[in-house]
């Protein structure tokens, strides 16, 4: 709850309207944009992960190709952040040896963290991309309900009307590779860059 991901930058710098209660759209449109590219990728990557867990194989491959794909630091240190704090929350929740072992990893991401957990519970592909896609998204929103005069009627309109493309998301990320799939996502990528030197902040990323 602490990570904005660059939106508290793109906000500022008036690349999402901040009237968002008259152009609901321009929030919408970026969450859409970020499915469709950033989010696309996290997805592939979640769902390499999953596999790795039903197979029992390592994923510090993975976590070094998805560091490698996040060009802003704060983007890149933030998904770090928030997947080992994702990891060691489920391995105190649930007593599984490779839950343990993938909370011990210094480089572990979210999407990463998140597809590899649900896959040693065995909760289905689909399901578990979709339910990382959600949150994220989720999450968005919250953070833009703390910087734009946005009301939780609204907000909860738009987590409902983004769930076709967060579906179309999760269809599109199942005929990706992990090794090809990459995003181009300046804008967020740009902004994240651009946090530290914000006047004010009130999240870290």
Same mark, same amino acid.
């Given at each position: 709850?602490?990570?904005?991901?660059?939106?508290?930058?793109?906000?500022?710098?008036?690349?999402?309207?901040?009237?968002?209660?008259?152009?609901?759209?321009?929030?919408?449109?970026?969450?859409?944009?970020?499915?469709?590219?950033?989010? &696309?990728?996290? +997805?592939?990557?979640?769902?390499?992960?999953? $596999?790795?867990? =039903?197979q029992g194989k390592p994923?510090? #491959? *993975?976590?070094?190709?998805?560091?490698?794909?996040?060009?802003?630091?704060?983007?890149?240190?933030a998904s770090l952040a928030?997947?080992?704090?994702?990891?060691?929350?489920?391995?105190?929740?649930?007593?599984?040896?490779?839950?343990?072992?993938?909370?011990?990893?210094?480089?572990?991401?979210?999407?990463?963290?998140?597809?590899?957990?649900?896959?040693?519970?065995?909760?289905?592909?689909?399901?578990?991309?979709?339910?990382?896609?959600?949150?994220?998204?989720?999450? &968005?929103?919250? +953070?833009?309900?703390?910087?734009?005069?946005? $009301?939780?009627? =609204?907000?909860?309109?738009?987590?409902? #009307? *983004?769930?076709?493309?967060?579906?179309?998301?999760?269809?599109r990320s199942r005929s990706?590779?992990?090794?090809?799939?990459?995003?181009?996502?300046?804008?967020?990528?740009?902004?994240?860059?651009?946090?530290?030197?914000?006047?004010?902040?009130?999240?870290?990323?």
């Open positions: 709850m602490s990570h904005s991901l660059g939106l508290e930058t793109l906000i500022f710098d008036e690349d999402i309207d901040s009237s968002v209660q008259k152009c609901p759209g321009s929030l919408t449109g970026y969450l859409q944009d970020s499915l469709s590219e950033s989010l &696309l990728m996290e +997805a592939v990557f979640c769902r390499e992960a999953h $596999g790795r867990a =039903l994923v510090c #491959d *993975l976590n070094q190709q998805n560091s490698a794909r996040k060009q802003a630091r704060e983007s890149r240190e928030i997947g080992r704090r994702f990891a060691r929350l489920a391995a105190a929740l649930h007593s599984a040896p490779a839950l343990s072992a993938l909370a011990g990893l210094e480089e572990l991401h979210h999407s990463v963290a998140f597809r590899y957990t649900l896959g040693i519970l065995a909760i289905d592909a689909d399901l578990t991309v979709s339910a990382f896609l959600h949150q994220t998204v989720i999450s &968005l929103i919250s +953070a833009a309900q703390r910087l734009l005069p946005l $009301g939780q009627t =609204l907000a909860s309109r738009m987590a409902w #009307d *983004l769930k076709p493309a967060i579906l179309e998301t999760v269809e990706l590779s992990f090794s090809t799939v990459g995003s181009f996502a300046h804008l967020p990528e740009l902004a994240s860059m651009r946090h530290r030197c914000l006047p004010t902040r009130l999240f870290i990323s």
